[in-house]
């Protein structure tokens, strides 16, 4: 057996290569904790079985140090270092390159099929093995959109389902691990994990169930990374190694490429797009809140004018956005038109929907639509997509994707999900499906539909997600008379530095975001009411910064304190309140729109406590 390791710039993390009589592993640990147990490594070709055989021709050992910026993303400068291992390996005259990666928060190898001409890939053998140390494991089964929900799934049930990249493993003693992919594109297309009945814990990549033929490619053929993010949950959030496994950006001049929220009319008005009275009060609106753009969604073929939309816009300092099928740009040379007549339109971004499939021939579409968008300079949603996978370093102008279960099901889309998203999934897509990149999960809904959580948890949204480009779910009358006003007129989009003050998985978020001297706040929580502790530790010494907080108005909840003394008598007044209480505090009734805006004095190093109701939260402005 012979042994290959690296390990991080820090030393804290450890990745080991192992060949074994012709067979190869990997493993990993952080701090001693182990993140990935022994997995095996290898590729499958029509020409030749790499999963066995291999013999090892020469290793190279090397590091990355650089940094990058990202136009619109969580921070403003990241930082690529690492120490890297190449392997090269041969089976009768058939080569195998590993590549893999230790970086301070994780992970990464890769496999590449070396020839000439075109090959097929029948199967990858590359798995990440669940540590025994694992004390909780959160999965999603896979479905083509992404839309559902993540759940904990007992090691022994781990097999029951194909899962959704990425699974998030509680690997004990305070040591997250985030199971992931980067660097997904049309060569490859996207993949899922399985693992078997007699190995559970062992989850194998396969590939996309919709990739019905093995995947046939030029050599090399390289696999996406196969990526283990690792540490504490704060790591995790923070973390841009996705990025970093991604090719350097196609976009020579940025300019173009401007966060900012938007107003949005389809959620609470599905036919809206069809009415230009109502886009243009949706511009109106807009403009009147401050926001950047104002997406006009499905329907605007019909009786509404694009050009003059962008025309009436352009007055009021409002750009539009516009929807489009997938369908309607299945080949490069349709896209080049299309894009190309929407641009010289004055629309500068398009939300394209419906893609649906991670199969390779899909993922085609998004690596030329991205080349096209950005040859005519539009930004780009991707809708009803895969999950990104730090692509938006390469594409800095798809600012957004969905592959979430996001606000629209509040609109009782599905019957599995009748209730849409929760408060304990909202507590969960920062330590997963949004910590693969941004999302379009449209947050904001207040009175239109029933989230079952407070104003002030959906208002916290806005900082606890990332989308660059951020819409706005409720209508524009009931925003524009809500007491977050204020705020949603104010927050930005994009970020300078995001820190993770605190969090649980399904049960609570705490989220500080700064953009130049100013600090955001969000907080939220799920099934039961919470106090958060904020330090202010993350603020300027020696300076004074008004603090704005928009909070779940409780005023008018006294629960009982035991230390004031024995229950009062067990009259008839006495339950009646206790239990009209009780459904205030854990159903809400009208407490679920209750907010209370306040304003104080702060500085560096001061503790406040923050009350929050069931599915509650908070946003906190400070500004010096």
């Known amino acids: 057996m012979s042994g290959y390791v690296i390990t991080s710039p820090n030393g804290r993390v450890r990745l080991a290569v192992e060949l074994n009589d012709g067979m190869l592993h990997y493993s990993a640990q952080k701090d001693g904790v182990s993140i990935v147990a022994p997995s095996p490594l290898g590729l499958r070709l029509r020409q030749c079985d790499l999963t066995q055989g291999l013999t090892l021709l020469h290793e190279h050992y090397a590091s990355i140090d650089e940094s990058y910026q990202i136009p619109a993303f969580k921070k403003k400068t990241c930082i690529n270092h690492a120490n890297t291992l190449s392997l090269m390996l041969e089976k009768h005259e058939e080569t195998l390159t590993v590549e893999a990666r230790a970086y301070d928060d ?23 093995a669940v540590p025994e140390s694992a004390a909780q494991v959160f999965g999603m089964k896979y479905l083509f959109s992404y839309e559902d929900q993540y759940h904990p799934i007992p090691r022994c049930d781990l097999a029951q389902n194909n899962l959704a990249f990425p699974v998030l493993v509680d690997c004990g003693s305070g040591m997250w691990a985030l199971y992931a992919e980067a660097a997904v594109f049309g060569d490859y297309g996207g993949s899922t994990l399985r693992s078997e009945s007699q190995r559970p814990e062992l989850l194998t990549v396969r590939r996309a169930p919709d990739q019905l033929e093995p995947i046939t490619a030029h050599f090399p053929i390289a696999t996406p990374w196969r990526v283990a993010l690792c540490g504490s949950l704060g790591d995790i959030v923070e973390s841009n190694t996705l990025e970093n496994l991604n090719p350097p950006s196609i976009v020579k001049d940025p300019s173009f490429i401007e966060p900012g929220v938007a107003a949005w009319s389809w959620m609470t008005e599905n036919d809206s797009p069809k009415d230009p009275e109502r886009c243009r009060a949706y511009i109106d609106y807009a403009a009147a809140m401050g926001f950047r753009y ?22 009021k300092n409002v750009k539009i956005w516009i929807w489009e099928h997938s ?5 490069p040379e349709i896209a080049e038109e299309q894009l190309k007549l929407w641009a010289s339109w004055g629309v500068v971004g398009v939300k394209i929907d419906f893609f649906e499939s991670d199969r390779a021939e899909r993922a085609q579409q998004y690596d030329y639509l991205a080349r096209i968008a950005a040859k005519h300079r539009l930004m780009l949603n991707f809708h009803g997509a895969m999950k990104p996978a730090g692509e938006i370093r390469t594409w800095p102008h798809v600012l957004t994707r969905e592959g979430v279960l996001g606000a629209e099901y509040l609109q009782n889309f599905s019957c599995f999900l009748p209730m849409g998203p929760d408060a304990a999934h909202n507590c969960t897509l920062p330590f997963t499906r949004n910590a693969m990149g941004p999302m379009d999960y449209t947050p904001v809904c207040y009175k239109t539909y029933q989230t079952g959580t407070t104003d002030a948890h959906q208002t916290a949204l806005m900082v606890v997600f990332t989308s660059y480009v951020q819409h706005i779910g409720e209508g524009a009358e009931v925003v524009l008379a809500h007491p977050a006003r204020p705020f949603l007129s104010r927050v930005p ?12 998985p399904a049960s609570f978020v705490t989220m500080a975001r700064r953009k130049g001297g100013e600090w955001y706040v969000g907080g939220i929580c799920a099934r039961r009411p919470r106090n958060a502790q904020l330090r202010l530790d993350f603020l300027d010494e020696g300076a004074k910064y008004t603090a704005t907080l928009y909070a779940d108005d409780l005023s008018d909840l006294r629960p009982f304190d035991a230390a004031e003394g024995a229950l009062p008598a067990a009259d008839a007044e006495t339950v009646a309140k206790l239990e009209a209480m009780s459904c205030r505090s854990t159903l809400h009734n009208h407490d679920a729109h209750a907010m209370k805006v306040t304003s104080f004095t702060v500085e560096k190093g001061d503790t406040l406590t923050v009350p929050m109701a069931v599915g509650g939260g908070f946003v906190l402005v400070l500004e010096k």
């Open 493 to 504: 989009a994009a970020w300078d530095e995001t820190r993770l003050l605190e969090g649980y």
């Open 294 to 315: 104002c997406l006009i969604d499905g329907g605007w073929p019909g009786n509404v004018d694009i050009p003059e939309m962008v025309a009436y816009a352009r007055e």
């Open 327 to 331: 369908e309607k740009l299945r080949t």
């Open 106 to 128: 994780g992970i990464a190898v890769r496999l590449i099929a070396g020839g000439e001409g075109e090959g097929t890939l029948l199967s990858e053998s590359t798995g990440f």
